[in-house]
């Protein structure tokens, strides 16, 4: 739909607002039976609420600003969570439970990041709880209207207290509804596109540059510029970020073939100008110290690191640990965990945050949640393999200590699916019945055998004749060859004080399994020559994956517990042995963090961690030690190549990432993000391109060496929220390689950047 601005807009107030002022009632919710076209409901918003209302802190309230089709939709505004929308009352003697309907809504933000999942919920009571099934989930970019549709949804029998509902998926904007409907199952309902494709020139978006786009074109400069900045955008052919007469000329040549393409005529940009406007900004602090580059994250935490190497990146998976509450106070934490983190690096330094992935349906908790069956996320490990010629990424977890699950993906960061419907290990799984806590899986997959292996267990069975020292509460089995079946019976094994968490590595012909020894470790103990202590890191190694696996196999200790060294206060430790671009590593969790964050308290949010490892070669050893220097920058960045903006060494409170696989950061005035060592050497023409959004507009300070160092640019984001690409000019270009620093004077998007 096109939008023009008009010369002189009508005095404002709201349909609804005079309709309440009248007295007029709203509609009622339902119809009693569906209408010729199979409609039990049609709300089109204009002239009624439809019997929709806000949910949690939002306000709706009809409005004609904005509309999908008729003259008006529903706005939603003043939400404080994503679950915050509009809602509307279902009744079960209209829409049964057990039976199948069509509903379908169209949604659009104005305001925002780049892309923005709306989702169509049902709540309803199961008998014991309120459960939340998803509809219809659909993603759209700012201006663009889609519509979210299911035409067979089936109600789950025995439902009761039905609400229908429109939220988004981890985002606060304001949005508007327009078009709901609920229908009789299978009724097709034309709803919105979705994304329009923005190409310079196609002011009317039907994928043609031709005289339709002329007469849309002058109608837009008779009315002062299209309010709809992607069509704004559109018309623009010169890209001089103004709309004009030169503009319509230059559409007519390329109609009339004149010329071939439109020439671009993009503003210089003035740094000194922006500079005086980017204005006096207090900067904010960093949760880390000055030369430290543990935790590998600060905006997020993320505890049991599991990992994942390919195409030249370190991929680390983590549960997603998160401050929970009770009454408005932050709790001690106890695992409320539906997703898994996702990050990764080329460099051991920067990290790339690529969002938490949604995994654990729990009942309609998180509503997107891949695994259905699954109420919890845990502890995390990856592998990949080549399947029918193209590569297969798999992610294990655990649902609590009762199951581990796999996801499978064709990206390392998804988006993931659950490709068998039910746990991969079960307590039905033979000789997994008596398992302690089934959980913790550590994956290995072998190149050299084109073999997997996938290890996990933990705990103590009470009353069964085992002791603390051998709890036999691990497993060991080989898996399919799709990766997502096992081959073969679990194997126990004698694991000396198995407490929890699973490594697999395979170092020359040599398998490595470690995990965390249990607290009830005596002083003084040595088993087999090593001696440790609780909650301290052992390994075992063996020239056969499957064992057997006893005390005789146990070799050392390769991390001590993290209270022991000096690290934190301790606790319950899970790690991962790493092997990239030709080191080893130790990833692994502290409470560092959150001490710092909380003025010393402990309540168990963890935050992973990585140092280099020791390997000699010479007697097959390996041993790591733990602190927050982490460690150091392999290879430098190559700022030619798109760099994410979720890519960071460091970072200032309070910013925050938003979205799942091609993330954004959300900034604040004075916040900032840090990168280290970008490689200057490899930029020639002085240009930096950026994708960024703000609501109000904003400026991106670039500053090379320290936070207070000198501006090397200045990216000005343009107000609107969409999201823009911007180009700059380098004032200066650093010699070799430098760190940079992002530093912003207002709320803004931050996608990605790029240097030539």
Same mark, same amino acid.
């Given at each position: 739909?096109?939008?023009?601005?008009?010369?002189?807009?009508?005095?404002?107030?709201?349909?609804?607002?005079?309709?309440?002022?009248?007295?007029? &009632?709203?509609?009622?919710?339902?119809?009693?039976?569906?209408?010729?076209?199979?409609?039990?409901?049609?709300?089109?918003?204009?002239?009624?609420?439809?019997?929709?209302?806000?949910?949690?802190?939002?306000?709706?309230?009809?409005?004609?600003?904005?509309?999908?089709?008729?003259?008006?939709?529903?706005?939603?505004?003043?939400?404080?969570?994503?679950?915050?929308?509009?809602?509307?009352?279902?009744?079960?003697?209209?829409?049964?439970?057990?039976?199948?309907?069509?509903?379908?809504?169209?949604?659009?933000?104005?305001?925002?990041?780049?892309?923005?999942?709306?989702?169509?919920?049902?709540?309803?009571?199961?008998?014991?709880?309120?459960?939340?099934?998803?509809?219809?989930?659909?993603?759209?970019?700012?201006?663009?209207?889609?519509?979210?549709?299911?035409?067979?949804?089936?109600?789950?029998?025995?439902?009761?207290?039905?609400?229908?509902?429109?939220?988004?998926?981890?985002?606060?904007?304001?949005?508007?509804?327009?078009?709901?409907?609920?229908?009789?199952?299978?009724?097709?309902?034309?709803?919105?596109?979705?994304?329009?494709?923005?190409?310079?020139?196609?002011?009317?978006?039907?994928?043609?540059?031709?005289?339709?786009?002329?007469?849309?074109?002058?109608?837009?400069?008779?009315?002062?510029?299209?309010?709809?900045?992607?069509?704004?955008? $559109?018309?623009?052919?010169?890209?001089?970020?103004?709309?004009?007469?030169?503009?319509?000329?230059?559409?007519?040549?390329?109609?009339?073939?004149?010329?071939?393409?439109?020439?671009?005529?993009?503003?210089?940009?003035?740094?000194?100008?922006?500079?005086?406007?980017?204005?006096?900004?207090?900067?904010?602090?960093?949760?880390?110290?000055?030369?430290?580059?543990?935790?590998?994250?600060?905006?997020?935490?993320? @505890?049991?690191?599991?990992?994942?190497?390919?195409?030249?990146?370190?991929?680390?998976?983590?549960?997603?640990?998160?401050?929970?509450?009770?009454?408005?106070?932050?709790?001690?934490?106890?695992?409320?965990?539906?997703?898994?983190?996702?990050?990764?690096?080329?460099?051991?330094?920067?990290?790339?945050?690529?969002?938490?992935? &949604?995994?654990?349906?729990?009942?309609?908790?998180?509503?997107?949640?891949?695994?259905?069956?699954?109420?919890?996320?845990?502890?995390?490990?990856? =592998?990949?393999?080549?399947?029918?010629?193209? &590569?297969?990424?798999?992610?294990?977890?655990?649902?609590?200590?009762?199951?581990?699950?796999?996801?499978?993906?064709?990206?390392?960061?998804?988006?993931?699916?659950?490709?068998?419907?039910?746990?991969?290990?079960?307590?039905?799984?033979?000789?997994?019945?008596?398992?302690?806590?089934?959980?913790?899986?550590?994956?290995?997959?072998?190149?050299?055998?084109?073999?997997?292996?996938?290890?996990?267990?933990?705990?103590?069975?009470?009353?069964?004749?085992?002791?603390?020292?051998?709890?036999?509460?691990?497993?060991?089995?080989?898996?399919?060859?799709?990766?997502?079946?096992?081959?073969?019976?679990?194997?126990?094994?004698?694991?000396?004080?198995?407490?929890?968490?699973?490594?697999?590595?395979?170092?020359?012909?040599?398998?490595?399994?470690?995990?965390?020894?249990?607290?009830?470790?005596?002083?003084?103990?040595?088993?087999?020559?090593?001696?440790?202590?609780?909650?301290?890191?052992?390994?075992?190694?063996?020239?056969?994956?499957?064992?057997?696996?006893?005390?005789?196999?146990?070799?050392?200790?390769?991390?001590?517990?993290? =209270?022991?060294?000096?690290?934190?206060?301790?606790?319950?430790?899970?790690?991962?042995?790493?092997?990239?671009?030709?080191?080893?590593?130790?990833?692994?969790?502290?409470?560092?963090?959150?001490?710092?964050?909380?003025?010393?308290?402990?309540?168990?949010?963890?935050?992973?961690?990585?140092?280099?490892?020791?390997?000699?070669?010479?007697?097959?050893?390996?041993?790591?030690?733990?602190?927050?220097?982490?460690?150091?920058?392999?290879?430098?960045?190559? &700022?030619?190549?798109?760099?994410?903006?979720?890519?960071?060494?460091?970072?200032?409170?309070?910013?925050?990432?938003?979205?799942?696989?091609?993330?954004?950061?959300?900034?604040?005035?004075?916040?900032?993000?840090?990168?280290?060592?970008?490689?200057?050497?490899?930029?020639?023409?002085?240009?930096?391109?950026?994708? @960024?959004?703000?609501?109000?507009? $904003?400026?991106?300070?670039?500053?090379?060496?320290?936070?207070?160092?000198? $501006?090397?640019?200045?990216?000005?984001?343009?107000?609107?929220?969409?999201?823009?690409?911007?180009?700059?000019?380098?004032?200066?270009?650093?010699?070799?390689?430098?760190?940079?620093?992002?530093?912003?004077?207002?709320?803004?998007?931050?996608?990605?950047?790029?240097?030539?």
């Amino acid at each position: 739909m096109m939008r023009f601005k008009t010369l002189k807009r009508a005095i404002g107030g709201t349909v609804s607002a005079l309709m309440i002022a009248a007295g007029i &009632p709203s509609f009622p919710a339902v119809n009693a039976e569906a209408d010729e076209n199979g409609r039990y409901f049609t709300d089109s918003f204009d002239s009624s609420d439809g019997g929709w209302t806000g949910r949690g802190s939002a306000s709706v309230e009809t409005t004609s600003s904005e509309k999908f089709e008729g003259t008006g939709s529903l706005s939603i505004t003043g939400r404080t969570d994503s679950w915050n929308g509009a809602v509307k009352e279902l009744s079960t003697a209209t829409f049964v439970p057990g039976n199948s309907y069509a509903f379908s809504v169209n949604a659009m933000y104005k305001t925002g990041s780049a892309e923005e999942t709306f989702k169509l919920t049902l709540q309803y009571n199961d008998g014991s709880q309120n459960v939340y099934s998803n509809v219809a989930t659909a993603a759209t970019s700012a201006g663009d209207w889609v519509c979210l549709s299911n035409p067979e949804y089936e109600i789950p029998a025995g439902a009761t207290d039905l609400q229908l509902y429109v939220e988004t998926d981890g985002s606060e904007i304001d949005f508007f509804i327009d078009e709901a409907v609920g229908a009789v199952s299978g009724t097709a309902v034309q709803g919105a596109a979705g994304p329009r494709k923005m190409t310079i020139g196609d002011i009317n978006f039907d994928e043609k540059i031709d005289s339709l786009d002329m007469i849309t074109a002058r109608r837009g400069l008779i009315a002062g510029g299209f309010e709809d900045s992607k069509t704004q955008k $559109a018309a623009d052919v010169d890209q001089n970020k103004k709309f004009e007469t030169a503009d319509l000329v230059l559409l007519q040549q390329f109609i009339l073939k004149q010329i071939t393409e439109f020439p671009v005529n993009k503003p210089e940009v003035d740094l000194s100008e922006l500079a005086g406007r980017f204005g006096n900004v207090s900067l904010a602090d960093s949760w880390k110290k000055d030369n430290e580059n543990n935790p590998l994250t600060t905006q997020r935490f993320g @505890a049991d690191p599991g990992w994942m190497v390919y195409d030249g990146r370190l991929y680390i998976y983590t549960t997603n640990d998160a401050f929970e509450y009770s009454n408005g106070s932050i709790r001690d934490n106890e695992y409320e965990v539906r997703t898994i983190n996702c990050v990764s690096t080329a460099d051991m330094v920067n990290w790339t945050d690529h969002g938490a992935i &949604p995994v654990a349906y729990d009942k309609g908790a998180l509503p997107n949640g891949a695994a259905k069956w699954a109420a919890r996320s845990w502890a995390p490990d990856a =592998a990949w393999k080549m399947i029918n010629g193209k &590569p297969k990424f798999f992610l294990y977890f655990a649902n609590n200590g009762s199951g581990i699950g796999v996801l499978t993906a064709d990206s390392p960061t998804g988006p993931w699916t659950d490709p068998i419907g039910k746990e991969l290990i079960s307590r039905n799984t033979p000789n997994c019945g008596n398992v302690a806590w089934l959980f913790d899986p550590g994956v290995y997959y072998d190149e050299a055998t084109d073999e997997a292996y996938l290890f996990f267990g933990g705990g103590k069975n009470d009353n069964d004749g085992t002791g603390y020292n051998n709890p036999k509460t691990g497993r060991c089995v080989k898996l399919g060859d799709d990766m997502i079946s096992i081959s073969g019976t679990p194997q126990t094994m004698d694991t000396p004080y198995l407490f929890e968490d699973s490594s697999l590595i395979k170092i020359g012909d040599t398998w490595y399994y470690s995990y965390c020894a249990n607290w009830n470790v005596p002083n003084g103990t040595n088993v087999n020559g090593v001696s440790f202590g609780n909650a301290d890191i052992l390994y075992m190694t063996s020239k056969n994956p499957l064992g057997p696996w006893s005390s005789n196999n146990l070799k050392g200790v390769v991390f001590q517990n993290t =209270a022991t060294q000096r690290i934190d206060n301790g606790g319950n430790n899970h790690h991962s042995i790493i092997f990239f671009k030709d080191k080893y590593y130790v990833a692994y969790h502290s409470r560092q963090q959150e001490m710092r964050m909380n003025g010393g308290k402990d309540r168990n949010y963890r935050s992973t961690q990585i140092n280099e490892a020791t390997y000699n070669a010479s007697n097959g050893t390996i041993t790591c030690k733990g602190d927050m220097t982490g460690v150091k920058q392999i290879e430098n960045l190559d &700022p030619t190549q798109t760099v994410r903006a979720a890519t960071m060494s460091n970072e200032s409170k309070g910013i925050s990432v938003s979205g799942v696989g091609d993330t954004t950061v959300e900034f604040k005035k004075g916040e900032w993000a840090k990168v280290s060592k970008v490689d200057f050497s490899k930029v020639s023409s002085g240009t930096l391109t950026a994708k @960024a959004s703000s609501k109000n507009g $904003a400026i991106i300070k670039v500053v090379a060496g320290s936070r207070t160092g000198d $501006a090397i640019s200045y990216i000005e984001v343009p107000a609107g929220g969409s999201m823009e690409t911007i180009d700059t000019v380098l004032a200066d270009i650093p010699s070799g390689a430098s760190d940079i620093y992002f530093i912003a004077n207002g709320d803004l998007s931050f996608d990605s950047w790029s240097m030539s």
